[in-house]
Protein backbone atom coordinates (compact mmCIF):
# COMPACT_ATOMS: atom_id res chain seq x y z
CA UNK A 1 0.00 0.00 0.00
CA UNK A 2 1.04 3.34 -0.89
CA UNK A 3 0.18 6.48 1.29
CA UNK A 4 0.70 10.20 0.96
CA UNK A 5 1.43 11.68 4.44
CA UNK A 6 0.56 15.34 4.79
CA UNK A 7 1.22 16.77 7.93
CA UNK A 8 1.75 20.78 8.36
CA UNK A 9 5.53 20.53 10.29
CA UNK A 10 8.37 17.77 10.69
CA UNK A 11 11.39 20.12 11.15
CA UNK A 12 10.18 22.24 13.87
CA UNK A 13 9.51 20.69 16.80
CA UNK A 14 6.35 20.87 18.07
CA UNK A 15 2.97 18.70 18.27
CA UNK A 16 2.60 17.76 15.07
CA UNK A 17 5.94 16.85 14.18
CA UNK A 18 6.19 14.86 16.65
CA UNK A 19 2.88 12.96 15.68
CA UNK A 20 4.15 12.54 12.01
CA UNK A 21 7.75 11.80 13.13
CA UNK A 22 6.17 8.73 15.29
CA UNK A 23 3.50 7.92 12.64
CA UNK A 24 6.03 7.99 10.45
CA UNK A 25 8.40 5.42 12.27
CA UNK A 26 5.52 2.94 12.89
CA UNK A 27 3.62 3.18 9.59
CA UNK A 28 6.94 2.97 7.37
CA UNK A 29 7.25 -0.99 8.49
CA UNK A 30 3.95 -1.50 7.28
CA UNK A 31 3.13 0.77 4.10
CA UNK A 32 4.88 2.77 1.71
CA UNK A 33 4.98 6.11 3.19
CA UNK A 34 6.04 9.68 1.51
CA UNK A 35 5.68 12.26 3.59
CA UNK A 36 5.04 15.69 2.81
CA UNK A 37 5.35 18.82 5.32
CA UNK A 38 3.08 21.30 3.62
CA UNK A 39 4.48 24.52 5.90
CA UNK A 40 7.60 23.97 5.13
CA UNK A 41 8.13 22.79 1.80
CA UNK A 42 6.81 24.39 -1.43
CA UNK A 43 4.77 22.34 -3.76
CA UNK A 44 6.83 20.26 -6.53
CA UNK A 45 6.52 17.86 -9.34
CA UNK A 46 7.56 14.96 -6.75
CA UNK A 47 4.41 15.65 -4.63
CA UNK A 48 2.34 14.82 -7.45
CA UNK A 49 4.29 12.19 -8.13
CA UNK A 50 3.48 10.22 -5.20
CA UNK A 51 -0.07 11.57 -5.27
CA UNK A 52 -0.69 9.82 -8.60
CA UNK A 53 0.66 6.49 -7.40
CA UNK A 54 -0.98 6.58 -4.09
CA UNK A 55 -2.99 4.64 -2.93
CA UNK A 56 -4.36 6.61 0.33
CA UNK A 57 -3.83 10.06 1.40
CA UNK A 58 -3.37 10.77 5.54
CA UNK A 59 -4.05 14.19 6.64
CA UNK A 60 -2.42 15.70 9.99
CA UNK A 61 -4.21 19.06 10.95
CA UNK A 62 -7.36 19.39 9.06
CA UNK A 63 -7.52 23.18 9.25
CA UNK A 64 -3.93 23.83 8.49
CA UNK A 65 -4.36 21.26 5.45
CA UNK A 66 -7.62 23.19 3.81
CA UNK A 67 -5.54 26.67 4.11
CA UNK A 68 -2.66 25.48 2.14
CA UNK A 69 -4.50 23.35 -0.28
CA UNK A 70 -6.84 26.31 -1.28
CA UNK A 71 -3.72 28.44 -2.13
CA UNK A 72 -1.78 25.88 -3.80
CA UNK A 73 -5.09 24.51 -5.79
CA UNK A 74 -4.04 21.11 -4.51
CA UNK A 75 -6.81 18.49 -4.48
CA UNK A 76 -7.69 15.59 -3.35
CA UNK A 77 -8.66 12.53 -6.07
CA UNK A 78 -8.22 9.57 -3.60
CA UNK A 79 -9.86 8.26 -0.35
CA UNK A 80 -8.34 9.99 2.62
CA UNK A 81 -8.06 9.89 6.44
CA UNK A 82 -7.97 12.57 8.69
CA UNK A 83 -6.17 12.77 11.94
CA UNK A 84 -7.11 16.04 14.22
CA UNK A 85 -5.33 17.13 17.03
CA UNK A 86 -6.29 19.75 19.45
CA UNK A 87 -6.07 23.34 17.81
CA UNK A 88 -7.78 22.73 14.89
CA UNK A 89 -10.90 21.11 16.52
CA UNK A 90 -11.02 23.27 20.15
CA UNK A 91 -10.65 26.46 17.46
CA UNK A 92 -10.23 26.74 13.88
CA UNK A 93 -13.68 24.70 13.56
CA UNK A 94 -15.67 26.84 16.17
CA UNK A 95 -14.35 29.55 13.89
CA UNK A 96 -15.33 28.57 10.73
CA UNK A 97 -16.71 25.36 10.28
CA UNK A 98 -18.49 25.91 6.92
CA UNK A 99 -14.80 26.11 5.56
CA UNK A 100 -13.44 23.25 7.26
CA UNK A 101 -16.32 20.76 7.60
CA UNK A 102 -16.22 19.33 3.60
CA UNK A 103 -13.10 17.95 4.15
CA UNK A 104 -14.20 15.94 7.28
CA UNK A 105 -17.52 14.62 5.44
CA UNK A 106 -15.85 13.19 2.80
CA UNK A 107 -13.15 11.53 4.58
CA UNK A 108 -12.68 7.61 4.49
CA UNK A 109 -12.47 8.33 8.54
CA UNK A 110 -11.35 10.28 10.95
CA UNK A 111 -9.31 9.88 14.08
CA UNK A 112 -9.03 11.95 17.32
CA UNK A 113 -7.12 11.27 20.30
CA UNK A 114 -10.09 11.10 22.96
CA UNK A 115 -13.33 10.28 23.53
CA UNK A 116 -14.82 13.46 24.31
CA UNK A 117 -13.06 15.03 20.56
CA UNK A 118 -15.44 12.09 19.16
CA UNK A 119 -18.67 13.13 20.72
CA UNK A 120 -17.69 16.79 20.02
CA UNK A 121 -17.51 15.61 16.24
CA UNK A 122 -20.51 13.31 16.61
CA UNK A 123 -22.88 15.53 18.67
CA UNK A 124 -21.94 19.19 17.54
CA UNK A 125 -21.61 18.69 13.62
CA UNK A 126 -22.97 15.88 12.74
CA UNK A 127 -20.58 13.53 11.71
CA UNK A 128 -21.27 9.79 11.05
CA UNK A 129 -20.27 7.68 14.46
CA UNK A 130 -19.05 4.99 12.53
CA UNK A 131 -16.03 6.75 10.37
CA UNK A 132 -14.66 8.76 13.47
CA UNK A 133 -12.24 6.66 15.74
CA UNK A 134 -10.37 7.54 19.51
CA UNK A 135 -6.99 6.10 18.49
CA UNK A 136 -4.73 7.63 21.94
CA UNK A 137 -0.74 8.98 21.14
CA UNK A 138 1.82 6.81 21.94
CA UNK A 139 5.40 7.98 22.19
CA UNK A 140 8.48 8.05 20.11
CA UNK A 141 11.60 9.41 21.01
CA UNK A 142 14.65 8.19 18.65
CA UNK A 143 17.78 7.55 19.88
CA UNK A 144 20.03 9.09 17.54
CA UNK A 145 21.57 12.63 17.51
CA UNK A 146 21.06 14.61 14.42
CA UNK A 147 23.83 16.95 14.96
CA UNK A 148 25.97 18.08 18.10
CA UNK A 149 23.75 20.17 19.59
CA UNK A 150 24.74 20.81 23.06
CA UNK A 151 23.04 22.94 26.04
CA UNK A 152 22.92 22.54 29.89
CA UNK A 153 20.55 22.49 32.07
CA UNK A 154 19.82 24.71 35.15
CA UNK A 155 20.74 23.38 38.86
CA UNK A 156 17.66 23.11 41.31
CA UNK A 157 15.48 21.32 43.77
CA UNK A 158 13.18 21.14 43.07
CA UNK A 159 13.38 21.19 39.12
CA UNK A 160 9.53 21.84 37.14
CA UNK A 161 9.67 21.13 33.44
CA UNK A 162 7.35 23.03 31.13
CA UNK A 163 7.80 21.91 27.75
CA UNK A 164 5.29 23.74 25.51
CA UNK A 165 5.44 25.79 22.28
CA UNK A 166 5.55 29.79 23.30
CA UNK A 167 1.80 30.96 22.08
CA UNK A 168 -1.27 32.07 23.72
CA UNK A 169 -3.01 28.88 23.94
CA UNK A 170 -0.17 27.04 25.81
CA UNK A 171 -0.04 29.92 28.08
CA UNK A 172 2.69 29.11 30.18
CA UNK A 173 2.94 32.54 32.20
CA UNK A 174 -0.07 30.97 33.93
CA UNK A 175 2.26 29.15 36.27
CA UNK A 176 4.24 32.20 37.60
CA UNK A 177 2.37 32.99 40.25
CA UNK A 178 2.44 29.77 41.47
CA UNK A 179 6.65 29.32 41.12
CA UNK A 180 6.77 33.22 43.05
CA UNK A 181 5.13 31.91 45.95
CA UNK A 182 6.60 28.23 45.71
CA UNK A 183 10.19 30.15 45.40
CA UNK A 184 9.78 31.44 48.88
CA UNK A 185 9.02 28.02 50.01
CA UNK A 186 11.43 26.32 48.21
CA UNK A 187 14.82 28.87 47.90
CA UNK A 188 16.61 26.45 45.45
CA UNK A 189 13.33 25.74 42.62
CA UNK A 190 14.06 25.83 39.36
CA UNK A 191 11.26 26.25 36.79
CA UNK A 192 12.47 25.61 32.91
CA UNK A 193 10.15 26.78 30.23
CA UNK A 194 10.97 24.66 26.86
CA UNK A 195 9.93 24.97 23.01
CA UNK A 196 9.57 26.51 19.84
CA UNK A 197 9.37 30.65 19.60
CA UNK A 198 5.56 30.48 18.26
CA UNK A 199 4.29 34.19 19.01
CA UNK A 200 6.48 36.66 19.24
CA UNK A 201 4.56 38.65 21.98
CA UNK A 202 4.13 35.77 24.09
CA UNK A 203 8.03 34.95 23.89
CA UNK A 204 8.22 38.67 24.60
CA UNK A 205 6.79 38.13 28.21
CA UNK A 206 8.58 35.04 28.97
CA UNK A 207 11.76 36.70 28.16
CA UNK A 208 11.05 39.59 30.31
CA UNK A 209 9.91 37.22 33.25
CA UNK A 210 13.04 35.09 32.78
CA UNK A 211 15.23 38.66 33.09
CA UNK A 212 13.25 39.42 36.42
CA UNK A 213 13.31 35.71 38.16
CA UNK A 214 16.71 33.96 38.35
CA UNK A 215 14.93 30.48 39.05
CA UNK A 216 13.02 30.89 35.46
CA UNK A 217 14.77 29.52 32.35
CA UNK A 218 13.54 29.55 29.14
CA UNK A 219 15.35 26.93 26.27
CA UNK A 220 14.76 27.21 22.29
CA UNK A 221 12.83 24.40 20.81
CA UNK A 222 14.93 20.97 21.71
CA UNK A 223 15.18 18.29 18.69
CA UNK A 224 13.33 15.11 19.65
CA UNK A 225 16.17 13.05 19.98
CA UNK A 226 17.10 14.95 23.05
CA UNK A 227 13.95 15.39 25.15
CA UNK A 228 15.29 12.36 26.66
CA UNK A 229 17.99 14.16 28.53
CA UNK A 230 15.27 17.05 29.60
CA UNK A 231 12.97 14.36 31.69
CA UNK A 232 15.31 12.85 33.27
CA UNK A 233 16.43 16.31 34.52
CA UNK A 234 13.34 17.19 35.70
CA UNK A 235 11.61 16.48 39.21
CA UNK A 236 7.83 17.30 38.14
CA UNK A 237 6.42 18.05 34.42
CA UNK A 238 3.82 20.41 34.16
CA UNK A 239 1.07 21.45 31.83
CA UNK A 240 -0.58 24.74 31.17
CA UNK A 241 -2.32 24.55 28.27
CA UNK A 242 -5.57 26.29 27.91
CA UNK A 243 -6.34 23.37 25.37
CA UNK A 244 -5.24 20.47 24.04
CA UNK A 245 -5.84 17.49 21.95
CA UNK A 246 -3.34 14.96 23.83
CA UNK A 247 -0.19 16.13 25.05
CA UNK A 248 2.93 14.01 23.97
CA UNK A 249 4.96 15.77 26.50
CA UNK A 250 2.79 14.34 29.48
CA UNK A 251 3.16 10.47 28.11
CA UNK A 252 6.52 11.40 27.65
CA UNK A 253 7.23 12.51 31.09
CA UNK A 254 4.89 9.63 32.25
CA UNK A 255 6.82 6.94 30.41
CA UNK A 256 10.12 8.40 32.68
CA UNK A 257 8.31 8.27 35.97
CA UNK A 258 8.14 11.92 36.36
CA UNK A 259 4.84 12.82 38.27
CA UNK A 260 2.52 15.13 35.54
CA UNK A 261 0.49 18.16 36.87
CA UNK A 262 -1.59 19.90 34.23
CA UNK A 263 -4.29 22.18 34.21
CA UNK A 264 -7.56 20.73 33.92
CA UNK A 265 -8.73 20.20 30.07
CA UNK A 266 -10.29 17.66 28.30
CA UNK A 267 -6.61 16.73 26.47
CA UNK A 268 -4.89 16.51 29.95
CA UNK A 269 -7.91 14.44 31.36
CA UNK A 270 -8.03 11.98 28.91
CA UNK A 271 -4.21 10.79 29.98
CA UNK A 272 -5.05 11.95 33.79
CA UNK A 273 -6.56 10.49 36.54
CA UNK A 274 -6.47 12.88 39.02
CA UNK A 275 -5.04 12.00 42.27
CA UNK A 276 -3.90 8.38 40.67
CA UNK A 277 -1.28 8.40 38.55
CA UNK A 278 -1.60 12.52 38.27
CA UNK A 279 -3.17 15.75 39.50
CA UNK A 280 -5.17 18.57 37.10
CA UNK A 281 -5.88 21.99 38.65
CA UNK A 282 -7.77 24.82 37.02
CA UNK A 283 -6.37 27.70 39.45
CA UNK A 284 -2.98 29.36 40.29
CA UNK A 285 -4.30 28.37 43.24
CA UNK A 286 -4.29 25.00 43.05
CA UNK A 287 -1.20 24.56 40.79
CA UNK A 288 0.38 26.20 43.91
CA UNK A 289 -0.58 23.48 46.42
CA UNK A 290 -0.61 20.84 43.92
CA UNK A 291 2.66 21.01 43.42
CA UNK A 292 3.81 21.43 46.67
CA UNK A 293 2.03 18.30 47.51
CA UNK A 294 3.83 16.22 45.10
CA UNK A 295 7.45 17.65 46.12
CA UNK A 296 6.81 17.18 49.43
CA UNK A 297 4.93 13.32 49.84
CA UNK A 298 7.15 10.68 49.23
CA UNK A 299 4.48 8.41 48.98
CA UNK A 300 2.46 10.59 46.42
CA UNK A 301 5.53 10.94 44.20
CA UNK A 302 6.11 6.99 43.83
CA UNK A 303 2.37 6.61 43.45
CA UNK A 304 2.26 9.11 40.37
CA UNK A 305 5.66 7.87 38.98
CA UNK A 306 4.55 4.38 39.41
CA UNK A 307 0.83 4.73 38.09
CA UNK A 308 1.69 6.97 35.12
CA UNK A 309 4.35 4.71 33.67
CA UNK A 310 1.37 2.03 34.01
CA UNK A 311 -1.01 4.52 32.03
CA UNK A 312 1.52 4.08 29.39
CA UNK A 313 2.04 0.45 29.45
CA UNK A 314 -1.59 -0.04 28.92
CA UNK A 315 -2.98 2.69 27.08
CA UNK A 316 -0.30 4.26 24.93
CA UNK A 317 2.08 2.08 23.23
CA UNK A 318 2.75 2.39 19.69
CA UNK A 319 2.23 -1.25 18.42
CA UNK A 320 -1.41 -0.26 19.81
CA UNK A 321 -1.64 2.76 18.16
CA UNK A 322 -0.08 1.25 15.03
CA UNK A 323 -2.52 -1.73 14.56
CA UNK A 324 -5.32 0.76 14.99
CA UNK A 325 -4.17 2.97 11.94
CA UNK A 326 -3.87 -0.30 10.15
CA UNK A 327 -7.04 -1.57 10.55
CA UNK A 328 -8.49 1.76 9.03
CA UNK A 329 -6.04 1.96 6.05
CA UNK A 330 -7.31 -1.71 5.06
CA UNK A 331 -10.95 -1.01 5.12
Known amino acids: MRVVFFTPYYRQNRGNSTTAKRLEHGLSEKVEL ?4 YEEV ?7 EWMEKADLYHILHFSRFVQWAEKNE ?11 GGTDLNHSLIEDEERYLPLLRKAKAITVFTQQAKHVLVEDYGLSENIVHVIPQSIFLPSTYPNSEVFTLPDGNPKLLLPAGIRPVKDVLFALQSMI ?3 NDFSNLVLLIVGANLDSEEFSRVKEAENKYDWLHY ?3 VELSRMKKLYEWGDVVLNTSISEGQPTSLLEAMSFRKPVIARDNAGNAS ?8 LLFQTQEELYHSIKKVITNQVMYKQFSDKGY ?10 KEIDSYMELYKV
Open 181 to 183: RLS
Open 310 to 319: QTIEENHTMK
Open 42 to 48: SVNPTLF
Open 74 to 84: VKLDKPYIITS
Open 219 to 221: LPE
Open 271 to 278: IIQHGING
Open 34 to 37: SLFS
